[in-house]
């Protein structure tokens, strides 16, 4: 404590928008543009940031983290792009079925985890189906400074190929388009091999993707530092459990539904969290008490602290047991 | 109100003096009898009227002296400021944060109007009027960094987060508690830690960092840091400790109410939107012994912090061999009496000396 103690609220902070513009780009994804309702310009931001958008669904609110696609140098917009996922727990749902222009909507300062490393000589984008958001912003950066880019970008179909006919003919040299259902394939190890000293890689897909090249880079000598990757964890559906908040001092129960974060949030626990995806560890939670497994999805605590069961991230993971009580 | 600007100096003479104004708003760091180092951090989002935590980026009457004071540094020692090449957009940042802070929240001083990336500039005090464009070096006299940090009180780093780590890639540093930017630049948060005692083993360093890599946009923290300096100097460099560290042993009884200054740093952290950097200013406070005094709780205090640090801390703060001065002439303001809980003065309530 120093001077004039305020109590933090959690998570970033907000912006109240209106949209302006929902635009279906195929099938399963649809931009959704965002100006401010108060007329103002949005906050500079860098590429590679995502914003949490809170959709007032019902009496349900629910957070979703978006990468940001807009160009970072137009302040006259936001937008994101949103893949539909019939599976899901119902946020890119009710982004398709229910967001219309005029709406207004809430979305968090921008907040970034992946982004570009400015010493890089070369920056080498590895992109996989709607992972090609924040390589849309960090394009349109590096095009505005003269940065060295490249992009190789794996979609299924060229029907599902999400602004991959607008990157190729914007930037016919430096971006390369593989389609699954034409057997082509992102030939990883000769461009890894072939890069200047100094390049970065930079990887946002499916966790298969992500994982190859971190292991192709690894097994190839690239250093860790020069490898990047984002990848947001949904939340997972799970059995419900009961869990003992003591600094609270209430219990309550965790649906199937939702995730450990977002039924604290719902009994009015004013819990830390930024990224809701298990990267930032702003939710960090010590545990007191637990018998029982944990269900640990986050990218944030060790192997360790997973082993230990005295710790937990309550944004993504869960636990399947008799008693759970935490220190919040 | 309007600021009336002090002409002083931080060196030869030492004419820097505080009002009355200045003394009040002090920010004293201790806020309770005692101190050690803790995770200290609050949020950064204004503070009470007048008070040196109510704007983003405190001005006050010293702003004019300390500037030319750091135009000397400068002009003698080009390498307190810094800026590793990948740095530069961090720079406009800075730049952009500090023009847009100031000029809203001291329009009568700073204005800034922006057309595009055409931008202008006024900074009266300064008497600056300057048209540029942002993002082109080229119409600036020297890098964004410099350029603003040369019209701004208070030291400068900007650290590059990368790696889950900070680095200290670009800084402009004059005013400095002996640490040196031309040694630290490059290295990483523990590196640069690494002669601080008891921190690191209390875990300090290391949850500070995580709360440091999580500051986010639009929602800036600060915290206190504080040590003691012999004479008003505002560089307390190593680069010209032959210069400073020799004027710690000019203290006697008589000289050391004018002459010993409690030094505060008032520490702010705010992220950077397009380069995603840090931005770590770090404001320094100087105040007289003899000035402290004047408010009663602050004397009390002030003497049973400085008798009961451990002695780790008065050894790397450098005043170990003129903690028995300092506490002969402290003890002639300390009657006992409790103190009041937080760091304000709190004139009207609490007792005068009863000495
Ligand atoms: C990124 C921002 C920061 C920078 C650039 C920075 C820089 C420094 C430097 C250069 C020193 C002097 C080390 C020396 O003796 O050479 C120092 C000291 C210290 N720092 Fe930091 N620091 C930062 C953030 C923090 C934070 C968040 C804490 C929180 C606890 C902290 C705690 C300390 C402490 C306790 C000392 C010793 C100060 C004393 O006793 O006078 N620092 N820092
Ligand atoms: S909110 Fe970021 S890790 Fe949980």
């Known amino acids: 404590m120093s001077a004039a103690p305020q109590k933090a609220k959690a998570g970033a902070e907000k912006i109240a928008v209106t949209v302006s513009a929902v635009v279906p780009l195929n099938d399963l994804v649809t931009r959704f543009e965002f100006k401010r309702t108060d007329g103002a310009e949005f906050p500079p931001f860098s590429a590679g940031a995502h914003t949490v958008v809170e959709m007032q669904d019902g009496d349900r609110t629910r957070l979703n983290p978006y990468s940001l696609m807009s160009d970072p140098a137009d302040r006259s917009i936001y937008a994101i792009s949103v893949r539909r996922d019939d599976q899901g727990r119902g946020g890119s749902l009710f982004m398709h079925q229910k967001v219309k222009v005029g709406d207004a909507m809430t979305l968090t300062y921008p907040v970034n985890l992946f982004s570009l490393d400015l010493r890089a000589k070369k920056h080498v984008f590895f992109a996989g189906g709607i992972g090609i958001t924040p390589f849309k912003a960090m394009i349109a950066q590096l095009e505005q400074s003269n940065g060295n880019w490249e992009l190789h970008y794996a979609c299924r179909t060229p ?46 897909g499916p966790t298969g993707m992500i994982d190859w090249v971190h292991a192709t880079a690894a097994a190839h000598g690239w250093p860790s530092e020069n490898v990047h990757s984002e990848e947001f964890l949904a939340p997972q559906p799970g059995k419900p459990f009961e869990v003992r908040l003591c600094q609270s001092d209430i219990t309550i129960q965790v649906g199937e539904h939702e995730s450990l974060l977002e039924a604290m949030e719902r009994c009015g626990v004013d819990a830390p969290f930024l990224c809701r995806g298990g990267a930032c560890g702003q939710c960090e939670t010590d545990v007191v008490e637990a018998e029982g497994d944990f269900v640990h999805r986050d990218h944030w605590l060790d192997d360790e602290d997973h082993a230990s069961g005295k710790k937990i991230m309550p944004c993504v993971s869960r636990f399947v047991g008799k008693t759970l009580v935490l220190d919040r | 109100m309007t600021i009336q600007f002090n002409n002083e100096t931080f060196r030869d003479d030492y004419s820097f003096r505080n009002s009355d104004w200045a003394i009040k708003r002090f920010p004293f760091p201790f806020h309770e009898d005692s101190y050690m180092y803790s995770v200290n951090m609050e949020q950064h989002r204004g503070g009470p009227e007048g008070s040196v935590y109510e704007k983003r980026f405190d001005v006050d009457e010293h702003y004019l002296s300390e500037m030319q004071d750091r135009a000397i540094v400068l002009a003698e020692d080009p390498l307190r400021c810094q800026s590793l090449p990948h740095m530069t957009l961090a720079g406009w940042d800075t730049l952009e944060l500090i023009m847009v802070s100031k000029s809203e929240d001291y329009p009568e001083l700073f204005e800034l109007h922006r057309d595009g990336n055409r931008w202008r500039w006024v900074n009266k005090p300064m008497k600056i009027d300057h048209t540029f464009t942002f993002l082109d070096e080229t119409t600036l006299p020297c890098g ?52 601080v005692p008891l921190a690191h083993e209390m875990g ?97 205090r002030l003497h049973r912090v400085v008798r009961d640090l451990p002695e780790e801390l008065a050894t790397y703060k450098g005043f170990i061999a003129n903690r028995p001065v300092m506490l002969d002439y402290l003890s002639q303001y300390d009657d ?3 103190t009041s809980p937080g760091v304000w003065p709190d004139l009207e309530t609490e007792p005068p000396l009863a000495k």
Request: glycine share 6%; net charge negative.
């Open chain 1, 159 to 204: 029907a599902l190929g999400t602004y991959a006919d607008e990157l190729t003919n914007a930037y016919p040299n430096k971006v390369h388009v593989y389609y699954d259902d034409q057997n082509q394939v992102i030939p990883l190890e000769d461009l890894l091999d072939g890069q200047p000293l100094g390049t970065h890689v930079y990887v946002c």
């Open chain 2, 144 to 195: 964004p960094l410099e350029y603003i940090t040369r019209q701004t009180q208070g030291d400068f780093a900007v650290l590059d987060q990368r790696d889950e780590m900070l680095w200290m890639d670009a800084g402009m540093v004059t005013t400095q508690a002996d640490w040196s930017l031309d040694f630290d630049i490059g290295m990483n948060f523990f590196e640069w830690h690494a002669p």
């Open chain 2, 204 to 300: 300090i360093f290391k949850r500070a960092l995580k709360f440091l890599l999580n500051v986010q946009q639009g929602a800036p923290a600060r915290r206190l840091n504080w040590t003691m300096t012999v004479n008003p100097l505002l560089d307390t460099s190593p680069e010209n400790y032959h210069k400073w560290g020799i004027q710690k042993t000019t203290l006697t009884p008589e000289n050391i109410g004018a002459k010993q200054h409690l030094r505060v740093e008032l520490q702010t952290f705010f992220r950077l939107p397009r380069s995603n950097a840090l931005l770590f200013p770090i404001r320094c406070y100087l105040i007289a012994f003899q000035d402290i005094v004047t408010v009663p709780k602050w004397g009390r």
């Open chain 2, 336 to 338: 006992g009496l409790p």
